[in-house]
């Protein structure tokens, strides 16, 4: 009996000295042990970090998901760490910790000391090649240093520099100059919007943009409504802020910009150069553009925007070659295209989508029209327009999806959890923007009742689709206005109305009392390449005419 307990006792050591040298067994030893350990017991042992999403495979850590899918990855985190408090993130080697309660997120706004942007600035022109030896001076303290010319002939970055902040700095001051109301801003808004007007029915027949016409009326025509407002705005967009003249140098900008568009999400997503090539020839060709304007004498391209034309003299009063220059311009403008054109397409989906809302819509903004001379008032559609106010904040709501990001310099703590310099902080909006515990049970419903208040529009906790803190988007207003501008001039000049059945039974009617109406469906919102604002999935054709009567 003991002689077969002992033999079956060796045979279960040599089995388990044959598994312990059994390299499968080994690594799958050593993977349990190191999920048990980082998953479970570390955590336990230091409560003040916060706690990690567990992963499958150490060092890839959520890399891979969150390339595929970031909002896949954050709503797993939200549902693995019910409540609100900090988790992180394993991505590309980095800590990530994911801020998900609003006072969190304002938190890191209000700390500029321990909390800073430069690194994704610098990754931001390593992303578009921009040598270091061209932009490390711009984040120099005390620029003048660099100055080697006379006072005369001295750049702002010395003259106008009393605080010695550095150019990068300084460059932001001067955007929020642009771009913030005031004499500047109300410049170069009257001229963009004038352009988007005129260019609205010239669009209409370019054949990018018309998907056939309408057979059944033998009148009008079919649109994409993505497209249509997309290069109406790029275009309006890069006659504004650099004048009609970039098209005489080359007229096919506003394409050669939207081709380098459709692949710009490779950029902060670093993904590999051989798979980048598009980008980069699309990129190079508007760089090329841009040499070739910033070298015309200023008399030949005289209205070219202050701002553009202040930044292409200091950055090479900086040492920046014209070719750095030339990107820099492409990087600003892309931050004034890129989210505009989607939020507009929501906009115009979901009036459009309900027959009450477009046509409450079309009454309420019909009164910011002259009744003699049919200018539209944009302050009036601005301030005494409370249905389409309401409508454009529930679309920054339910589309937009950027992220507060920054990197902490100094150790600090937000709420009850420690954070240590290097970690990186990521407070992505969409997940407060759909919190069911700030919106209601309906958050993922767009509701734009629930906005609206006394006639007026309420002002919610957790609703970031600007950002915040002193990086607070300077190009909000003109956003917001190139958006109701474009919607309250189609809706006063054209009879618009989605291609196929109304197939969805669930609006409300916004003007009648608890009223429901058939709608059309908008289309879902697709989650590749998502950048800052979320594309549809699918196309949303309409049929188009013009009104007989105007006013
Ligand atoms: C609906 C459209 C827009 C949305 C949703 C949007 C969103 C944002 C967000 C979330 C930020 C903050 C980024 C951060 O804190 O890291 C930002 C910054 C910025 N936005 Fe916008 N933006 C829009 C339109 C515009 C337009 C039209 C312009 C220019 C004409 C513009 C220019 C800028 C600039 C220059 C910054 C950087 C500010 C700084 O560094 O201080 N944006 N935007």
């Known amino acids: 009996m003991l ?7 060796s045979g279960a050591v040599s089995n388990f000295k044959y598994l312990a040298l059994n390299p499968v067994f080994l690594i799958a030893a050593l993977w349990i042990l190191w999920r048990v350990w980082t998953f479970t017991i570390k955590p336990k042992l230091r409560p003040l970090n916060p706690p990690v999403l567990p992963y499958a495979l150490p060092f890839v850590g959520h890399t891979i998901s969150f390339l595929w899918n970031r909002e896949e990855l954050l709503s797993r985190g939200s549902k693995y760490f019910p409540g609100d408090a900090p988790y992180a993130l394993f991505i590309l080697g980095i800590k990530y910790i994911v801020l998900r309660k609003p006072e969190d997120v304002k938190a890191v706004w209000n700390d500029a000391k ?37 006072h005369k002939d001295a750049p702002y970055f010395v003259k106008e520099n009393p605080a010695k902040k550095r150019y990068i700095n300084l460059q932001d001051g001067w955007m929020k100059e642009a771009l913030q109301p005031g004499k500047k801003m109300d410049a170069l808004s009257e001229i963009f919007m004038g352009h988007i007007e005129q260019l609205i029915p010239v669009y209409l027949s370019d054949p990018r943009i018309k998907a056939g016409d309408c057979k059944d009326h033998g009148q009008g025509q079919i649109v994409d409504l993505y497209n249509w407002g997309r290069y109406v705005l790029a275009d309006a967009g890069s006659r504004a802020f650099l004048s009609s003249e970039i098209l005489d140098i080359d007229p096919d900008f506003v394409q050669h910009y939207i081709d380098w568009e459709d692949v710009s999400w490779k950029i902060p997503w670093s993904y590999p150069g051989i798979l980048s090539q598009d980008m980069y020839k699309a990129r190079e060709t508007l760089v090329q553009v841009f040499m070739r304007y910033y070298t ?7 209205n070219l925007n202050w701002l553009f034309d202040r930044m292409q003299r200091e950055h090479q009063q900086l040492g920046m070659s014209l070719h750095d220059t030339g990107t820099v311009a492409l990087i600003v403008l892309w931050g004034v295209h890129l989210n505009t054109y989607r939020m507009l397409f929501w906009t115009l989906t979901h009036i459009l989508s309900s027959p009450s809302l477009t046509i409450g819509i079309r009454e309420e903004t019909s009164c910011a029209f002259d009744s003699e001379t049919n200018i ?33 310099v100094s150790p600090t703590a937000i709420g009850n959890k420690t954070v240590k310099a290097g970690d990186r902080l990521l407070g992505p909006f969409r997940p407060m923007h759909l919190s069911s515990s700030i919106w209601g049970d309906d958050a993922l419903d767009f509701k734009e009742k629930r906005w609206l208040k006394d006639g007026g529009i309420k002002k919610p906790r957790g609703f970031f689709p600007f950002g915040g803190g002193h990086m607070h988007c300077p190009g909000r207003t003109l956003a917001k206005q190139e958006v109701l501008l474009f919607v309250a001039r189609v809706l006063m000049k054209y009879d618009i109305e989605p291609v196929g059945e109304k197939v969805v039974r669930y609006g409300e009617d916004p003007r009648g009392e608890g009223a429901q109406e058939k709608r059309w469906k908008v289309p879902e919102v697709s989650s590749k390449h998502t950048l800052a604002t979320l594309d549809p999935k699918e196309q949303f054709l309409v049929r188009i005419k013009e009104r007989s009567s105007q006013l």
């Not at 002689?3 to 006792?9: P, Y």
């Open 376 to 408: 539209l008032s944009i302050s009036h559609l601005m301030n005494k327009c409370p249905l389409l106010g309401a409508v454009w904040n529930e679309v920054l709501r339910l589309y937009a999806s950027s992220a507060m990001i920054r990197s902490c």
């Open 114 to 150: 321990s909390f800073s942007f430069d690194d994704y600035l610098r990754a931001a022109f390593a992303g578009f090649d921009i040598p270091p030896s061209s932009y490390t001076p711009t984040f120099k303290d005390d620029p003048a240093r660099l100055w080697r010319g006379n």
């Open 296 to 302: 015309l004498d200023p008399t030949q391209r005289p």
């Open 3 to 9: 002689a077969e307990i002992l033999g079956s006792l």
